[in-house]
């Protein structure tokens, strides 16, 4: 049962370089998210999607685009990456937002930009 | 504006005996409260949650305590084990259907580490 299944694992990037994170789950899940890990500062939300062609900003937005390519995968994408973008970055999923429902999350990637 | 507080960022506790961790909330529209257990290199995975109409959840060694008044929760672990040493987070939600879903809002994270 793979859940919530993000690439890459680790990447380093230089400062101006665009990346791609991909993230996929196979639980049939509506919402979708994208969360960041500093150290100190706890889970951050970056984006989320509540379903399949909506996508609205979280807490912290700035450097950052997201596409819902369909119901299973929600990318996240760094245009121009700066060093504040270092982090570890979380994907994660739930089966409706404020439903009760936990959320589940991805394993990270460990994101450093040089 | 930091909605989910864990004022202890870590925490040490002996083999055998009961860990509490301490939350405390600000946003009253919080309804759903939630704990998950971090280790090194992995994501967050879920541990236990309690809806605001309750104030006691319990699974196992886990129970998680409720105080809407004084917008306060608590997990208690009994007995402590080795493997329970990891960051653990406390997280909310808000009321159903509100627009502009937004998640879960965590706390910074309390680092138990269980001594033998």
């Known amino acids: 049962n793979a859940g919530v299944t993000q690439t890459p694992k680790f990447q380093v990037l230089k400062t101006g370089q665009s990346m791609t994170l991909q993230c996929a789950q196979d639980m049939n899940h509506n919402s979708m998210y994208w969360y960041r890990q500093d150290p100190g500062m706890g889970l951050r939300l970056i984006y989320y999607s509540a379903s399949e062609g909506t996508t609205d900003k979280g807490e912290v937005p700035n450097g950052y685009n997201v596409s819902r390519l369909n119901k299973r995968e929600f990318s996240l994408r760094l245009e121009s990456a700066a060093p504040s973008q270092t982090s570890v970055y979380f994907c994660?999923?739930?089966?409706?937002?404020?439903?009760?429902?936990?959320?589940?999350f991805g394993e990270g990637s460990w994101l450093t930009v040089v | 504006d930091q909605q989910v507080k864990q004022n202890s960022p870590s925490l040490s506790v002996q083999e055998g005996r009961i860990s509490i961790l301490n939350c405390d909330y600000t946003n009253s529209m919080f309804d759903y409260f939630l704990w998950y257990k971090k280790y090194p290199a992995e994501g967050p995975t879920f541990l236990i949650s309690?809806?605001?109409?309750?104030d006691k959840n319990e699974d196992g060694r886990f129970t998680v305590f409720l105080n809407k008044s004084a917008k306060h929760l608590s997990l208690h672990i009994v007995p402590s084990q080795p493997g329970d040493s990891a960051v653990y987070f406390c997280?909310?939600?808000?009321?159903?259907?509100?627009?502009?879903?937004?998640?879960?809002?965590f706390g910074k994270g309390t680092h138990l580490i269980i001594q033998p």
């Open positions: 994660a999923s739930s089966g409706r937002i404020y439903s009760g429902n936990t959320i589940y």
């Open positions: 309690i809806s605001s109409i309750k």
């Open positions: 997280a909310a939600s808000g009321p159903r259907g509100r627009g502009g879903a937004d998640g879960l809002t």
